[in-house]
């Protein structure tokens, strides 16, 4: 049984990409998230399956959940579009690069937390970012990043972007 977790946080300003995610096999913990996700939908927490295009879901196959509760059309669309567009080709070249191994696609699934900011407006910067971020989450997981030595490297010299003080 597989069980990897990732996180990246790219770009800047309300488009800004922060990506939490799990991926490991269908038969264990992340297999149960991934059905549960699929299966439990609620107001403002519309999960959906990455799809490259229509009919054409990637694998591993990743379902993709909202951390931030949707509120209208414009942030639907832009989950439902660049967001949605940009974690499928991720992990579609997360496969092709190696990243994960192809032969495992199959026996694996992903949840992938995605943050769209209510306030975002520019779709390319969202799906920029969200490639991005969710490409390094699948390497972070994958290459079990950060190492224990790495993060206790930075325990005491930490800067979080978001720590407001």
Known sequence: MH???????????NEVAHIDLMIGSKNGPVGTAFANALATQSEGHSNLL??????VAVKPATVMITKVTIKGMKQAV?????????????V?????????????????????????HPAAEDDEKIYK????????SLKNAMGSK???????AKKDDAKHPFRGF
């Open 3 to 13: 069980f990897h977790i990732g996180e990246a946080l790219v770009g800047d300003g």
């Open 129 to 136: 970012y969200n490639y991005e971020a969710t490409l390094e």
């Open 50 to 55: 990455a799809v490259l295009e229509p009919n």
């Open 78 to 90: 832009q989950m439902f579009g660049p967001a949605q567009a940009a974690v499928a080709q991720a």
């Open 146 to 152: 950060p190492s224990v030595d790495d993060m206790l």
């Open 92 to 116: 579609a070249d997360a496969v092709s690069q190696g990243v994960i191994p192809k032969d495992a696609a199959e026996d694996l699934v992903c949840v992938c937390g995605v943050f769209i």
